[in-house]
Every structure is written in structure tokens, then in C-alpha cells.
């Protein structure tokens, strides 16, 4: 069974630019979940999708961010215009069904704004 | 508000000896409690949970936990560390049943295993 996945490993943009993160869950988990960890602190959430919806938004930093799943299969998350407290290693993770099942976490997208 | 807290940034061990990664939660409610472990240039990797029953939970790697409920701690441990075990490691908590199903993570440890 494939693991979840990220595209890039790492991107390093210019302030006010604009990059595009990519999370490919694992088959059959409708839940998506995206986390962010800026350099040295906590993990922490950003949104999390019940198939193509929304179910939980409130960890995302401003309107500069936006996240979609179009189908409900994989997901994007836009920064745009990057800052520079934008950057850190975005995570991505996906689970099945119901609280009681834990998350399985991609890589991580390594974000560096200059 | 929920938190973790993780209170060590670093935890050395000689390889051989017993491991003990400490956490404590602060949540209302019956939380679901996790770790997970971080290897470099690595995705956090699941190690272990505790929903309900049994205090004491096993993991990979063998790893285990032990849910306390009077001291808000679920402390990770083995018994004999590896110098593979270095790497670092995530608490984890999730509120049950009301709340929704974001993690809050403690801030991390990074595990030294010395050989």
C-alpha cells in the first residue's frame, strides 16, 4: 500500500510569489488533513477535508492560504503571496474514517521564502 | 484549550539502556493520545495509541506507553534502546468525542541513543 505523498520534497520562492503544495492521500482515506511546523516549534493544523469538503478550517493562517480537493482525492494548498513567516515544512496525512484511527503523515514539503 | 507538553528538548541514552520520552496533556474530556517518531529527512511515522482499556499500550519498534489519567501523562518507553532509535519523537493528543479530529502535537524530542 502506497504511503501518502508530497510534492516537491522542497521549494524555495521569493516574497510574493506564489507556490502550490500537493498531498496524494492514501487510497480510500477520505480524510485529509494538512499540518504546518515552522522551524523549532509545535506541529500544527491547518485544515482538515472530509473527502472534497471542508470540515475544519481554522488552523489556516490567513486568506493568503487555500486549500482545495477537487474530487476528493488529492489536494493542493496555494500560499499566495508567500511572507516570510510562511516558511517551514508542511505536512500532509491522511486517515480512514472515525476518531479512533490514526493519521498517516507524508514527508512534508520544506517551504523557504527569501 | 488542549495542549501537550513535552518537557525535555533532549533525551540521551545510552544504547542498551531503558528509554523514557516524556509527556503530559492538558484537555478536557477523554483524549485520544498518540506518538509518533521522526527519523531525518523522514514523514512522522505512527507509532502508537491509546483510545480506551488497557493502560499500557504497545507499539512498533518496540515501543510502549503508559496512560495515566490522574497524572495527564502518557510517557513513551523501552525497554532497551537502539542506537536506530535516535531520531525525534512526537506526542500527540486528540479530544474525544466532541471535538474534531485535529491532532496537537507537543513541540518534540530529539532522542540521542550514545553507542
Known amino acids: 500500500e502506497a504511503g501518502v505523498t508530497q510534492f516537491p520534497s522542497h521549494s524555495v520562492i521569493e516574497k510574493g510569489q506564489t507556490v502550490t503544495l500537493r498531498c496524494d492521500p492514501i487510497s480510500g482515506h477520505d480524510n485529509l488533513y494538512w499540518y504546518r511546523r515552522v522551524m523549532g516549534k509545535e506541529i500544527k493544523f491547518l485544515l482538515h477535508f472530509v473527502k472534497e469538503s471542508k470540515q475544519d478550517e481554522s488552523g489556516m493562517p490567513n486568506n493568503r492560504f487555500l486549500a482545495e480537493r477537487t474530487g476528493g482525492t488529492y489536494s493542493t494548498l496555494k500560499v499566495q503571496p508567500a511572507e516570510l513567516e510562511d516558511s517551514g515544512v508542511y505536512f500532509c496525512a491522511s486517515s480512514q474514517d472515525g476518531g479512533a484511527y490514526e493519521q498517516y503523515f507524508g514527508p512534508g514539503t520544506r517551504l523557504t521564502v527569501t | 484549550a488542549q495542549s501537550v507538553a513535552q518537557p525535555e528538548d533532549q533525551v540521551n541514552v545510552a544504547e542498551g539502556n531503558p528509554l523514557t520520552v516524556k509527556c503530559t496533556y492538558s484537555?478536557?474530556?477523554?483524549?485520544?493520545l498518540f506518538w509518533y517518531v521522526q527519523y531525518p529527512n523522514r514523514g512522522l511515522q505512527f507509532l502508537l495509541k491509546y483510545i480506551t482499556g488497557d493502560n499500557l499500550v504497545k507499539g512498533s519498534y518496540g515501543f510502549e506507553a503508559e496512560f495515566n489519567k490522574s497524572q495527564t501523562s502518557f510517557h513513551l518507553k523501552k525497554p532497551s534502546a537502539l542506537v536506530s532509535d535516535s531520531a525525534l519523537y512526537f506526542c500527540a493528543v486528540r479530544l474525544l468525542p466532541y471535538g474534531n479530529n485535529r491532532l496537537a502535537f507537543g513541540k518534540g524530542n530529539q532522542v540521542v541513543v550514545i553507542p
Open positions: 484537555v478536557s474530556g477523554n483524549p485520544y
